[in-house]
Each structure stands twice: as C-alpha cells, then as structure tokens.
C-alpha cells in the first residue's frame, strides 16, 4: 500500500514535469539556449579562423594588418589574394562544384523558399571559401557569413529534432541574432537584426527565444574576446542644433553613396562575365585586381575594422577619404564578382564611416564655428549608408546606440537614417540582400500566395478529361458531340498525332449550330482561334496566373512540349483560383505560425 502510494505521488510530481518538458515553447528555448551556445561559439571562432588564415598569408592577424601592411614586401601583398583565388577557384570546381559562397541572402531564400531548412554541406563549404576569402585579402565582410553559418546550425538543430517546420523561422532568428550580437557585443542590436531582416516584423512572440539567443551569444564573445564594442568611438558631441540640417543633407548623401554600391555590385560581375574567364581562374583573376589595389590602400584588405576605426576618430585626409569609398566600392564589386565570399555588413561600414566624415571635414570648412568633429559625421554616415545597403535602419541605429551609449548622438543617427532610407526604398525599393534574391527569381516584396503558387505547378491542377475535335470534322458532326456532352470549350487537333491547333468555344458554334442558316459546309478548322494561349504540364501556376489574366479567357490548354504540342490537358480558370485561395490560407497560417504562441 505504501508502494503505491509512493508511486502515485512520483506520478503526480513527474506529469507536470513531463508536460511542460514536452511544450513547444518549452523546446524552443531549449533550442534558443543550445542555438545560443554554438552559434556564439561559432561567431568567434569564424572570427579566430580569419586571423589565424590572415598570419598564414601575411604574417600578421586581423586586428595588425593595415598598420603593420608597410612592412610587407610588395609581392607579398600581391601574391596573398591570387592564392587564395587560385584555392577558391579548384574548391570550388572540385569539391563543390554548382554551389557559391553562403551568406544573408542565403537564409533569407531559405526561410521564404525552403520553409527555414538549410543543407549542411554547401553551408560548411561556404564557410571555408568566406573564411579564405578574409584571410588571403578579398575586400568584403565576416557578418554575413556569421549569420549563415548560425542559422544554419539552428536548421540543423530543428531538422534533427524533427520539428515542425513552422518554428524553423524562429529557430534561425535565434541563430541570426547570436552571431550578430557576438560580433558587435550588441545583444539588443543583434536581436532586432534577426526580427528585420530574417522575420520581417517585430513579432512579440519570438522575443523570448531570440533574446535568450543573443545574450547568450554576447556573453561568449565577451569571455573570448572582450568586453568591449567592435569601434572604440571618442565622446563626441553635438556642437549646434543648428547641425540637424546639415546631418539630414548627409542622409541624402549616404543614400546616393549606397545606391551607387548596390549597383556596382551587379556591374562588376556583369563586367567580369564580359571576359569569359574560365570558373577555376576567375576567383585569382580578381585577387590580381585587389592585390594591385591593395599595394597602395591596404585598408581595403579583408574586413577593413582597423581602417574603419581610423575614420571614426578623424584620422583620414578628406582626399584619402573621398578615395577609399571608391578603391573600396570597387575592391568589394571585384571581390563578389570574382566568386570569393564574404559579406556586406563591414563594407557597408567602411563605406559609410569614410562618406560621413569626407562629409564632416567639408562642413567643418564651410561652416566651422557649428560644425561638429568630422569623426561624429563618420559614425553618423556609417549608420546611414549601412542601414540603406542592408535594408535594416533599426538595427542600425541601435548598434550605434550600443557602441556610444549617448541618446543625442542616436537622435542625430535616427535623422540620417531616416531620410537615408527613405530616399533609398523610394527609388531603389530593395536592399543588397534582396538584389540578390531578385537576381534569383525570389521576390520578397511578392504576396506568400503567390510565392506559393510558384512553387506548385500546372500538372496539380489540369483537367485530363476534355474532348478533342480532328480539324476536319464538319459541323452535323460537331453538332452530335456539342448535343452529346455537358462541355463547352472544345479543342482541335489533328487527328493523326494529337497536336493542338487551337480552341472552339460555345459562342463560335451557336450561330452554326443553332441558327436560321446552318453552316454545313463550315469545318472545326474554320471556327478555331489559333492565337489560343498554351501552358506546359511544369509551367507555375503563378505564371499561369499571369497568362489567363493576359489573355482574359476561362480555360487554357496544355501540351507536353513546345516541338510536339501534343494536348494532354486543360486548366480552368476556376482550379486556378481554388488553388490561389488554398495558397491565401495556407499564407495566413504561415504568418501564424512562424513563431510559437
């Protein structure tokens, strides 16, 4: 009796146990902690492998490089990106062939494509070639590989526990926003970035995992790194209020700056496509560009946070400025171009750092009793252009706010940003990231509905049933078929092979069929509308979409291939608008689901 009674009450203590255990939102901060962990620890040793690449091909780490670049013979910067292009090149024609270099654009297609599942293999091998791009010289950013290389550990978490692919949003965010808050030691930055940018909302829901996420990521970075921001900012102060137009003026000009190196991005690769370099050769073709670039502006060697930090304090010439942001727009077009890796975060940086304080130093000439240091208009730009390249304005702002700690200075960054990205979306309307997406046929401005429908094709919906018509066949027979069958759109083909002609419909064959004067002599072929529209068994239907409204008609046929047209079914205009609705459904309960409730 005594057993028992034990028994019952270990049961009464363990069910609860074992039902909140079993909760989803148990799990996801579960996973949020163990993402936290590995992401955090993957964000700084990405970090220690771009140093430890950079000593092997210079000699000196990350943090060493620009300031001890004078010391290095001339072949030795030249030689460094051409080595590594030639390692880049075979990796990827040998090891990986078909694949590129991962990075934000890559989770952002994985969540709107793939529902948030990443393949480890391309993931790992990205990570390689991004490592090596930093590490030998190639002008570009450790962020973007940090936050792929993140969500991609939590997509490996959720599909080995096989959870439903709903909470893989959430679980990527996570990720997301540990490594970027372990690479700026800004939790609160790193946070809103994985809710902007991979989200796409500020949803309350996922607050709880993704913060749990980031401030365990910010605590390994501060163990292993230090606890200290990615710049060390002066105190800088506002002099005037009078500067506030002045600083909205910079945001106009931060905004022309990015829309410039969004474009120069897709010109240079299309300019290195002109020249038909062979694949395994194109990654060193381009580090003989950035190795000559780099023997006179070192600062454009890999991440660029030393000479990033040099604009912040107003080290720069307003000539050396106004020149680094177009050696760097081009090492960084070359550096994508040519297929090394990397990210946009630290160009986007370095470019804005170098705009605000070219800017600062010729406020300062014209009007030097109001202006303010040049390095304030440095962080200021850098905020500005970072937040219109990356389409991500709060998160910016707030690892502004993060790395000063001073409320004017972030009013002041709000104003830039404001009207930086302001102007940016009005003509552009995209950031870099979703350049590239477009580039890929991914339209993230397109409704979930239709972005579905592009993912399900015409051979789903097609009415196999409908009544072929040989082209010769006169009208006492068509008026034996249209009497015998419930029909109202018909088609013609010829009768040997089965290819399309073209359609009838109902209204061709009343005057016919029915008038006064019946037309005996009148065939199939006289009544057919050739110019009919086609659609193939593996056309979208979002494409199908697009043809019936073009062409304004109720049913479409569709043939196996452009060569045969072979008719092998019709879709109808209803089906299409079912499976449109099913899609809306489907879409709403998407955007309920994303995060756990």
């Known amino acids: 009796m005594a057993v028992s009674d034990n028994s019952r009450t270990g049961e009464k203590i363990l069910n609860p146990l074992l039902t909140a255990t079993s909760s989803t939102p148990v799990k996801l901060i579960a996973c949020a902690i163990a993402i936290g962990l590995l992401a955090g620890y993957g964000a700084v040793g990405f970090r220690i492998a771009i140093s430890e690449i950079q000593k092997f091909f210079y000699g000196y780490g990350s943090q060493e490089i620009l300031s001890q670049a004078h010391t290095l013979p001339w072949w ?252 760097k727009t081009i090492a960084v077009g070359v550096t994508f171009g040519s297929r090394f890796g990397g990210g946009f975060f630290s160009p986007s940086l370095f470019i804005g750092a170098m705009t605000g304080g070219a800017f600062g130093l010729i406020a300062a000439t014209a009007f030097p009793e109001m202006a303010a240091s040049h390095g304030l208009y440095a962080i200021i730009g850098m905020a500005a252009v970072a937040a219109s390249i990356l389409g991500a304005p709060i998160s910016t702002i707030l690892i502004v706010f993060e790395l000063t700690g001073d409320y004017k200075i972030s009013i002041a960054v709000m104003v830039a940003v404001s009207v ?57 027979e068509l008026r034996k078929i249209v009497s015998n069958t419930n029909h109202d759109k018909f088609v013609v083909v010829e009768p040997e092979t089965h290819e399309f002609i073209g359609r009838i419909d109902y209204s061709d064959l009343k005057s016919g069929l029915f008038g006064d004067e019946p037309q005996e002599n009148v065939t199939a072929l006289d009544l057919v509308h050739e110019d009919s529209p086609v659609l193939f068994p593996d056309t979208s239907l979002k494409s199908a979409v697009e043809i019936i409204e073009k062409a304004g008609i109720d049913h479409v046929p569709v043939i196996n291939r452009a060569n045969e047209r072979r008719l092998i079914g019709i879709l109808h205009h209803k089906d299409l608008l079912h499976a449109y609705n099913a899609a809306l459904l489907s879409a709403q309960d998407d955007a309920r689901d994303k995060v756990f409730r």
């Not at 970027?180 to 790193?190: C, D, K, L």
């Not at 003509?427 to 580039?439: A, C, K, V």
């Not at 993230?444 to 009544?467: C, H, K, P, T, W």
């Open 76 to 327: 030795q910067i030249m030689a460094a990106p051409i080595v590594g292009g030639l390692i880049v090149g075979l990796f990827w024609k040998f090891i990986l062939p078909g694949y590129r270099a991962q990075g934000v654009a890559d989770v952002m297609e994985a969540v709107i494509v793939n529902r948030g599942k990443m393949k480890l293999a391309p993931g790992i091998g990205g990570l390689f070639v991004n490592a090596l791009t930093l590490g030998c010289g190639g002008s570009s950013g450790r962020e973007g590989p940090v936050v792929h290389f993140c969500a991609l550990i939590a997509s490996q978490i959720g599909q080995r526990l096989r959870l439903p692919s709903k909470y893989y949003m959430t679980l990527i965010a996570c990720g997301v926003s540990s490594g970027v808050a372990a690479s700026f030691n800004a939790p609160i930055a790193g946070m809103f970035f994985a809710l902007e940018v991979v989200v796409g909302s500020l949803a309350t829901q996922a607050f709880a995992p993704i913060v749990i996420a980031s401030v365990i990521g910010t605590v390994i970075s501060r163990v292993y790194v230090g606890d200290f921001p990615a710049f060390i900012i002066p105190n800088y102060q506002i002099v005037s209020l009078w500067e506030f137009p002045a600083i909205a003026l910079l945001g106009v000009v931060a905004a022309a700056v990015s829309l410039l190196f969004i474009w120069s991005i897709g010109f240079a690769e299309k300019t290195i496509d002109r020249f038909h370099i062979p694949e395994i050769l194109r990654p060193a073709a381009g580090g003989v560009v950035l190795g000559a670039i780099a023997l006179f502006f070192p600062q454009i060697i890999g991440v660029g946070y030393e000479a990033t930090d040099s604009a912040l304090k107003g080290q720069y010439s307003l000539l050396l400025l106004l020149l680094l942001i177009i050696v």
């Open 420 to 476: 930086a990205t302001l102007i940016t979306k009005h003509i552009y309307g995209r950031s870099i990231w979703q350049t590239q997406l477009l580039n890929r046929n991914v339209d993230v401005n397109e409704s979930r509905a239709l972005r579905q429908l592009s993912f399900l094709q015409v051979r789903g919906i097609m009415d196999r049933e409908f009544i072929e018509i040989p082209k010769h066949t006169p009208m006492r």
